[in-house]
């Protein structure tokens, strides 16, 4: 929101030394996001005043077209005589105002204006655009063209309003009563304990029956609409300068009387208003629900297919407006025509002013919907004041009497569904408990009075809400505004003391843990949102059929193309590895940690808590009962070059075996014992991928798989040739660990070590094999090792040679070299019973 200090002064009587920056300082205090102060007009000099075009010569031989102006400015150039103008633009004519800087004048970019020589001609000066006073787009497209009623030599700074301070705030969702100019206005008065001139309190007429007709038929998403008429509009009456200079401070674009005007009260109270020609509208104005399919043109001039859940505004012909949104291109006001025969003049001479109240939600999924967010529609989704509906349509019924020569009639329509003033009841100490500060019940009364509360009571006090703060809904909202109006730079500062005893859960450290081993590993920690969609999952490959297709949608998604919450971490890890590759970064290795989400069984409601005291034991459970399941997983991805060639070796690309590595060192961090063997699912390649397991209590658990991606996901997703991923149940890999890690014991006694090359067949995998020779090998174990594996035509077809690395060694004494062969042996016995291995060169 852009307010113009030189309007918020209409509303408070500020002092006069007070700078824009000042009243940031005061508003930020305050609580609002004051984001800049633009200082318009700064380095601007004079003289700069308005002008009379007397005559325009065209000069000729030039490649684009050139005229020699002479303008009368009055006595402004201290001489009297017409000012002599070279000037190439063409939307003005002779007998024009017009804008005119003399030499000796800079305008804003610290340009300087001089008499010089340009196409043959001295120009003594300059007929000015709003673009060259900075004042941004007036919709003329070209030389600034005054009404003719003001004089020749009229200080044209003043008169357009060049040097003002503009305060541009970034309105949070919660505070959509700062979108207008009365409500900035109410925080500047509060804030320096000053006075509030309301715009919004004007003498309104009441209802009676002889408006134009209005029918709504769903009073929940309106419920409140107020019709005025202005009969006699002068077509041809044009935005004052005033109207549109203010237009123009707070970024709005003028485009025709009757609609500055609506924009105008919109800004100042911030209700949006429509203005229909009601020449173009077919009996009564109607409030529904758009049938499905229904097309509808809006003013923008695209035609849309709405939704059952659009609100529209209608006529008996069908839509005329998207209700808090856009308007309707075949009601829209006209511009006016003049007849080149006749001389008569055809436009818009009688306006059906709109001021409604519409739900909120049911404007922002509107606006959503159809992408066609606008400054209507920012201002219903966040909160307008249904009070300020007649007091809108009043002040613009004035301005278009004032402006364009109208007359009111004298029917009023308003149709509202009965709703009484919110209460909230609350004790007066309250916003001293959850502040910590002793403000007393007079502080507390005087800040919920200055917001616009009615306050009665003593310990205990009934606060009525005002209409325009919908964000107000219990205690601690309004503990909060007199929080942040005594100021937040006065709550003390005090660290909270923790009780002893307490610190990180397991979980947490282990979480911990496994983060810093694969960033130790090489692998970068990667956040993603939470949120997929059905593309995302048909991308993986995914069955109909698979668990993971059974996704907890969002009702209120940030976006359509990701309604739901994330079942798997790789659409994100593989979407941040897919935008870096694209931006130069080839090799990489990216890891993340966090929840999945599924549905329950018998998935419940979600309870809203109370804040007013502790929630019970049965609301807690009640709300936990509602949540869907959320295991922690952790998931890798790896592209491009694992480990760098250079003078110390060839390197080597990113295979399987590192996503299977992965894998292993989570287990580890968990003390988890992990199985893998030869898997098939989803995106991963079936020759190379590895499926996860843990043995927990005895038994084995599956909690994910590893390897190579297929082929035809990493086409589908444009990744890189051989990318790698990884993604485990890391709560299930905690459930099946050892708990706190124990140091390990370093034995003083020398070690054993014994190779074996072991033929299998190969189809065998080899993490068969060494869990048979870890079983077989006994106690004396300490680690065993593949260092290498071997094909070839003397092991004969379908046959692979798996050579193993044992090391024994005994805590208590040095082991013998008949124990540790005994120990070998007996490896080897069970590994050739279980798999058919045959110790090779036997």
């Not at 209802?207 to 038929?217: C, D, I, K, L, S």
């Not at 919907?369 to 004041?385: M, N, P, Q, T």
């Not at 935008?579 to 809203?608: C, I, K, M, Q």
Request: charged share 25%.
């Amino acid at each position: 929101m852009r307010v113009p200090l030189s309007w918020l002064r209409e509303y408070v009587d500020l002092p006069a030394t007070e700078t824009g920056r000042d009243v940031q300082a005061r508003l930020i205090r305050a609580g609002l996001e004051v984001e800049t102060v633009e200082q318009l007009g700064a380095g601007l000099k004079g003289p700069l005043v308005v002008g009379q075009v007397l005559t325009i010569e065209e000069l000729e031989g030039f490649r684009k077209p050139i005229r020699f102006c002479t303008v009368d400015v009055g006595t402004a150039n201290g001489t009297g005589e017409p000012q002599e103008i070279v000037c190439g633009a063409r939307n003005f004519a002779v007998g024009d105002k017009v804008v005119v800087v003399l030499p000796g004048a800079v305008l804003p970019g610290d340009f300087a204006i001089a008499a010089r020589k340009t196409y043959g001609r001295v120009s003594h000066g300059m007929i000015c655009s709003s673009d060259e006073l900075g004042m941004g787009d007036d919709g003329s497209g070209g030389i600034i063209v005054l009404p003719p009623e003001y004089e020749v030599g009229t200080d044209a700074v003043e008169l357009l309003e060049l040097v003002d301070e503009v305060l541009d705030i970034a309105v949070t969702p919660d505070r959509g009563y700062c979108l207008s100019l009365r409500g900035v206005a109410r925080e500047t008065a509060t804030a320096y304990g000053l006075p509030l001139r309301d715009p919004a309190l004007l003498d309104v007429p009441a209802p009676n029956a002889f408006g134009h007709p209005v029918r709504v038929a769903d009073p929940h998403g309106c419920d409140r609409f107020t019709a005025r008429t202005v009969v006699g509009v002068d077509p041809e009456a044009h935005s004052p300068i005033w109207i549109k200079r203010r237009l123009q401070k707070a970024g709005m674009r003028p485009v025709s009387l009757a609609v500055d005007i609506t924009n105008y009260v919109m800004l100042e109270l911030g209700q949006p208003l429509h203005a229909y020609d009601r020449s173009r509208i077919r009996g009564a104005i109607g409030v529904r629900r758009a049938e499905p399919g229904e097309k509808f043109t809006t003013l923008d001039g695209v035609e849309r297919v709405l939704d059952a859940e659009d609100l529209v505004i209608t006529d008996d012909r069908g839509p005329i407006g998207l209700a808090g949104v856009m308007g309707g291109a075949n009601t829209e006001i006209a511009d006016a025509v003049r007849d080149p025969e006749t001389g008569e003049v055809r436009g818009t001479t009688e306006i059906v002013v709109e001021a409604a109240h519409f739900d909120p939600v049911t404007v922002a999924r509107t606006a959503r919907r159809h992408k066609l967010s606008s400054e209507a529609s920012r201002r219903f989704e966040r909160g307008v004041d249904p009070q300020a509906a007649a007091a809108a349509a009043q002040r613009t019924v004035d301005l278009l009497v004032l402006l364009a020569g109208g007359t009111a009639e004298a029917g009023v329509t308003e149709i509202s569904t009965p709703d009484g003033p919110r209460g909230i009841v609350i004790r007066a100490d309250h916003p001293d408990r959850v502040a910590g500060v002793a403000y007393g019940r007079e502080t507390v009364v005087r800040r919920l009075q200055e917001i616009g509360c009615d306050v009665i009571g003593q310990d205990e006090l009934t606060v009525t809400v005002p209409s325009w703060r919908p964000d107000l809904t219990d205690p601690n909202d309004l503990a909060e505004e007199v929080i942040r109006l005594e100021g937040y730079e006065n709550l003390p500062s005090t660290l909270p003391q923790p009780p002893s005893g307490r610190g990180l859960t397991e979980r947490q450290r282990l979480h911990r843990r496994v983060g810093r081993a694969l960033a130790g590993a090489g692998y970068v920690e990667a956040l993603n949102y939470p949120f997929i969609g059905e593309q995302h999952l048909d991308q993986l490959d995914l069955p109909a059929d698979d668990p993971a297709r059974r996704m907890v949608r969002l009702v209120n998604p940030l976006s359509d193309e990701e309604p739901a919450l994330r079942t798997t971490l790789l659409p994100g890890l593989l979407g941040a590895l897919r935008r870096n590759d694209g931006r130069g970064s080839h090799d990489l290795a990216l890891f993340e940690t966090g929840l999945v989400f599924h549905p329950g069984e018998r998935p419940g409601v979600a309870v809203r808590l109370p804040v007013d005291r502790r929630p019970t034991h049965e609301e807690i459970a009640a709300l936990d009962a509602a949540l869907p399941v959320q295991p922690r997983h952790v998931a890798v991805v790896l592209a491009g070059a694992r480990e760098q060639a250079g003078w110390w070796g060839k390197g080597r690309p990113a295979d399987w075996a590192d996503a299977v590595e992965a894998a292993r060192t989570v287990a580890r961090e968990a003390g988890a014992e992990l199985v893998v063997r030869r898997g098939r699912y989803g995106p991963w390649h079936p020759g190379r991928c590895a499926e996860l397991a843990v043995v927990a209590d005895g038994e084995e658990q599956h909690i994910g798989y590893a390897g190579e991606l297929h082929p035809r996901v990493v086409k589908a997703l444009h990744l890189p040739a051989r990318t790698c991923a990884m993604e485990l149940d890391l709560d299930a890999v905690e459930k099946a660990g050892a708990g706190a890690l124990q140091a390990p014991r370093i034995s003083t006694f020398p070690v054993a070590t014994q190779d074996v090359a072991l033929v299998v067949a190969h189809d065998v995998p080899a993490a068969e094999v060494e869990a048979a020779l870890r079983e077989g090998a006994g106690e004396l174990l300490e680690s065993l090792r593949l260092f290498d594996v071997f094909t070839g035509e003397q092991l004969g077809g379908g046959r692979k040679s798996l050579a193993y690395a044992l090391r024994f060694r005994a805590a208590d004494r040095t082991l013998t070299v008949e124990e540790a062969s005994a120990a070998r042996d007996a490896a080897v016995a069970l590994a050739t019973e279980r798999t058919g291995a045959v110790l090779r060169g036997a």
